[in-house]
Every structure is written in C-alpha cells, then in structure tokens.
C-alpha cells in the first residue's frame, strides 16, 4: 500500500504546459541527485536538515513554492555557507528552476528539493532547525469555502514557530490585500512571532537586499502593489 507521503497531496495541477526535451530531461537526470527522498519523510519531526548535506553549513533556509526558482537561485549565487530547502509541487516550476542551475552551472552541493506538498516536508524536520522561512505570493485561494487550504493557518503557524530558531524569521509577500490582511492577522495573533514593521514603508517597500520573483517584477493579474511581511520568532 502507497504510504501518505509517497502520495501527492496538494491541489491544483501537477503540470501546466507540456515539458520541452531540455526540461524533461534536467527532471529526469538533476532532480534525483537534489531531491530530499519520500523514506526521509517520515512526518515524525525527527528529519536534521544537516542530514541531507555532504557538510556543515552556517544558516538554513527553507523557501515554500518557490515557483520557477529565481528567488532561490539567487539567494544560492549570493552565499555558498547556507543549506537551502526548496518546495515546489509543479513539475514546470521544478523544471525551471533546475535548468537554470543547470544552465548557470550554479554547485548544489548546499541545496535539496522536494517535489511536492511542503507540509510534508515541514512535519518531518526536526525542532529548531531553520534560520528562515519563505512565503513568497501563495496561492490566495480567493473563494471563502476554500480559505483553509491558504499554507498561512494557525495550525501551519504553530509548525512554522516549531522549525525555527529563536529569532528566526518567517517573511512572506502577497499583491493580493485580502491575503495580506489574512497573513498578518494570523501571524500577530500568533503567540510566537513578532512583525517587525515599526511604520507603512516596512510593509509597503521591500529591504535594499531583496530579490524579487518573476511573478513580483511583471505584476501578475493586474496587482499594483506588493506587500512585504517579515515576522521573527520571539520564543
């Protein structure tokens, strides 16, 4: 019998236009050297992310949906000490972002994916394992009925405070305000985490160091601003 974390459990489509050959095969021959495997998805809270490197790397950065992966590609060209986690359901998205690592020759010995639900992945790291978590423009799912899948949820939170270290930082970004609104909400009330916006321009501007997504740059489906959340645990 198929166990749950061998299964995919996300919703929406796995795949949306078809794989050109240089995609498909960048999936068929990279991917498996990077991928976090389904045995080490226990969902026991029990997973070390040093587990899943060759060597010790200072800080360890978890990126949620990463899309086609240009958020973490360059956050990999910036820094070579840090181990980074990536989750991304889609096989466009995957295929993406492995070809330009590919095509860029960027080293993967500090970087691991995982090809499906993030939560998998989330319940199976151990305590007090990562430096940060990015959220970076989640599915709103805008239909009321359909809120409870939004990946920010209290009981998401309570995971998101158990991965990381005291004075990690959770930051997550939205152009849509009713997520924005639904993001905060949630995380201020959450007894973990601290926003750290003391005035608008925090929330309104990004950092002087931030890379934005393609999805950001090009202002998808009409949104006319972006909004820039950065919450640290405080206990």
């Known amino acids: 019998m198929t166990s749950d974390h061998e299964k995919w459990r996300f919703y929406g489509r796995r795949a949306g236009r078809k794989l050109n050959a240089a995609r498909q095969s960048v999936l068929d021959e990279l991917f498996p050297e990077l991928e976090i495997k389904p045995e080490q998805l226990t969902e026991d809270q029990s997973l070390a992310p040093s587990s899943l490197f060759s060597s010790s790397l200072e800080k360890t950065v978890l990126e949620i949906g990463f899309g086609n992966g240009e958020h973490l590609v360059e956050m990999m060209r910036r820094t070579s000490d840090t181990a980074f986690i990536g989750a991304e359901p889609f096989f466009n998205g995957m295929s993406a972002f492995l070809k330009q690592v590919q095509d860029e020759n960027i080293p993967t010995d ?57 004075g990690g930082k959770l930051i997550m970004s939205t152009d849509v305000p009713d997520l924005a609104e639904w993001m905060v909400t949630h995380a201020i009330n959450h007894p973990d985490f601290k926003w750290e916006a003391e005035c608008a321009d925090d929330w309104r501007r990004p950092p002087k160091d931030w890379i934005p997504t393609r999805y950001e740059t090009k202002r998808a489906k009409g949104a006319d601003k972006m909004v820039y959340l950065f919450f640290r645990k405080i206990s």
């Open 110 to 166: 500090n970087v691991r994916v995982l090809m499906d639900d993030a939560m998998i992945l989330v319940r199976s790291l151990e305590a007090n394992c990562l430096d940060e978590i990015y959220i970076l423009n989640p599915d709103p799912w805008h239909k009321t009925r359909h809120h409870k899948r939004r990946i920010v949820n209290p009981d998401n939170l309570n995971e998101f405070s158990r991965l990381l270290k005291p």
